[in-house]
Structures are given as C-alpha cells and as structure tokens.
C-alpha cells in the first residue's frame, strides 16, 4: 500500500516537473473552482449541432438502480462530491491544454473503471453549459449500460465501422450527455479499436456533435492489446488504481505504458480506507470512490 501510494506520489511529481503544472491527482484545495475554468469552445451550439442532440433518443435512469452500481453523481450530493471534484480538476486542465479525448484505464480489471467513468460522465451531464459524451469501449466486456440499469444495447461494432450512424446508435440522458453503449462482447477489439474505421467515425461524431469532453471507458492496459491500441487516439488519460489491490509493479507497469501512448492526466487511488474507517479513493488528496461493504 505504501509503495503504491509512493509510486503514485513519484509519478505524479514527474508530471509536474515536466509540464509546470500539477497533475489531476494534486491536493484537492488546489482544485480551481468553475468559475476559474476557461468557457466552452464558441464551435458548440450551431443550430445543427443542437438538433442532433435533441434527436438522440433519451434513457430513463432508475435511482435504486443507479446507487445499486454505486452511480451516485446524477444529483449534486454529498456523495457526488468526490466526482463534481475530479470533473473540476479534470475540465480545467483539459481545456488548458485543449484537449477532448479522454481514455479510462487501470493496470488490471475490477479498479473501478467503469463506475468512475460513468460517475464522471453523469458529474459533467450536470454541467448545462458543457456537452459530453461517454463511450463504452471495453469492448470484451461493455458494463456501461448495466451500470446505468438500461437494457442491453446493440453492439458498437457497426457504429465504429462506420456502417451506422452515431444518430441510429447513440442514446442521450438530459439535454447534453450522449452515451455509445456496446452491447455483444466483440471476439477481436484490437483490431477494431485500431481501424482506420474507427479514427474516421470518432472525427465525424466529434465534426458533427461538438461534444466538449469524450470519455472513453477503455479495458485494462495490462490484459490484451486492446487499450494500448486505442491509447493513439485519446489526448489524455486519467489511471485508477485500487487500494486493496493494486500491486505496485503493476501500477508501475500501467503507468509507464500509458505514458508512451499518451499524456496521463492523473492517477486516482480508489477506494482508499482511511485511519478512521472512511472509504474513499486518493492520489494526492484526489477523489471518487464509495464503499458500502
Ligand atoms: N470505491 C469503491 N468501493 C467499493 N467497491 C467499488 C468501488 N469502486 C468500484 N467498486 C466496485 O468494484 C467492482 C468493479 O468496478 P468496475 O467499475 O466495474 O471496475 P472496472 O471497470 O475497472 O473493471 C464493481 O462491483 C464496483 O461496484
Ligand atoms: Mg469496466
């Protein structure tokens, strides 16, 4: 545990070195608040763009369901806060960067991937004057509409070989969250995730809906080829770590790798268990996470 925090310590002070700046996992005071943060790009918000959201058929979210998968950020909350946190942070150094694409990964499975992604994604839908969207991209195994209690979708498949339109797949919760959900678990993801297909489907989405963050939820870096492939087209990613289970190397590994393909934006250590019981997760004072258990 301590040499995982450590390792998380050291590489996040390497991302400050190297860009001047501090790094997602940085203390949570430095947090900027919103008003701090640059406004949205003037290229959201033409007429076109605003009825192709409006068009994309909206999901119903169950609340039992949601707090069930641990989705705790759809209403500003107590619970939410570790996430409304990590969005600030997040937003700030994207836009100060001029980065969109954001990738979702971990060393191995079960750190808590999609439950950030999905609390993230739900933390910035409440932000009116941003539009987001949220892909599921483990595509071995999609959770994204399982965590939000909505029925299997189709695959994504035909989606990313540009065989569907974003407008037949995509689905919208509130005005300006849109989600590409993957259903059927696809037998060969590295290739499609490196397609030529794929890098022209995600410009045209991007051309067409003017999103100003895409989440990617990716699988783990150190199972498969599949993240590292698709790692080329992000502008950042954000590492979870989990603190009852992370193995140091492994983090160690992750990082290193992830860092060859792209910027790491920061390191969450999730479900830290405090001296006094409380469960959270970490990284410098960072963010998310609950445990019921
Ligand atoms: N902070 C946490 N405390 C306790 N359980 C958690 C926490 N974060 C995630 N989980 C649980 O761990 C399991 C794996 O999480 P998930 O987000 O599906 O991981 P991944 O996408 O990395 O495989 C899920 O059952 C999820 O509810
Ligand atoms: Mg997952």
């Given at each position: 545990?301590?040499?995982?925090?450590?390792?998380i310590e050291i590489a996040r002070k390497k991302r400050e070195a190297e860009r001047g700046e501090p790094a997602v996992s940085a203390p949570a005071p430095?947090?900027?608040?919103a008003a701090a943060v640059?406004?949205?790009?003037?290229?959201?918000?033409?007429?076109?763009?605003?009825?192709?959201?409006?068009?994309?058929?909206?999901?119903?979210?169950?609340?039992?369901?949601?707090?069930?998968?641990r989705i705790l950020s759809q209403s500003a909350s107590h619970e939410s806060t570790p996430f409304d946190v990590?969005?600030?942070?997040?937003?700030?150094q994207m836009r100060q960067n001029g980065w969109r694409r954001l990738a979702i990964t971990s060393p191995l499975?079960?750190?808590?991937?999609?439950?950030?992604?999905?609390?993230?994604?739900?933390?910035?839908?409440?932000?009116?004057?941003?539009?987001?969207?949220?892909?599921?991209?483990?595509?071995?195994?999609?959770?994204?509409?399982?965590?939000?209690?909505?029925?299997?979708?189709?695959?994504?498949?035909?989606l990313l070989r540009g065989e569907r339109a974003f407008a037949d797949h995509g689905r919208r919760i509130g005005p300006n969250l849109a989600l590409a959900l993957s259903g059927e678990a696809q037998t060969d993801p590295t290739r499609l995730l490196m397609a030529d297909t794929t890098r022209d489907t995600l410009a045209r989405i991007q051309g067409d809906y003017a999103p100003d963050i895409m989440i990617f939820d990716l699988p783990s870096i150190l199972i498969g080829d599949d993240a590292?492939?698709?790692?080329?087209?992000?502008?950042c990613a954000l590492i979870l770590a989990r603190a009852d289970q992370t193995r140091y190397g492994d983090f160690d590994s992750c990082e290193r790798e992830v860092g060859e393909y792209t910027n790491v934006l920061g390191v969450v250590l999730n479900a830290y268990r405090h001296g006094d019981g409380r469960v959270d997760a970490e990284g410098g004072g960072t963010v998310a996470g609950q445990s019921h258990g």
């Open positions: 545990m301590e040499k995982l925090q450590a390792a430095a947090a900027p608040d640059p406004p949205a790009s003037p290229d959201s918000g033409t007429p076109d763009t605003d009825a192709l959201w409006q068009a994309l058929p909206e999901a119903d979210l169950d609340r039992a369901t949601l707090v069930r998968s990590l969005r600030t942070k997040i937003l700030y499975p079960k750190c808590g991937k999609t439950t950030a992604a999905v609390n993230l994604a739900l933390a910035l839908g409440r932000q009116p004057e941003l539009r987001s969207m949220l892909f599921d991209f483990d595509l071995r195994a999609p959770a994204v509409a399982e965590k939000l209690g909505l029925d299997r979708p189709p695959s994504i498949a035909p590292r492939a698709f790692l080329q087209h992000v502008d």
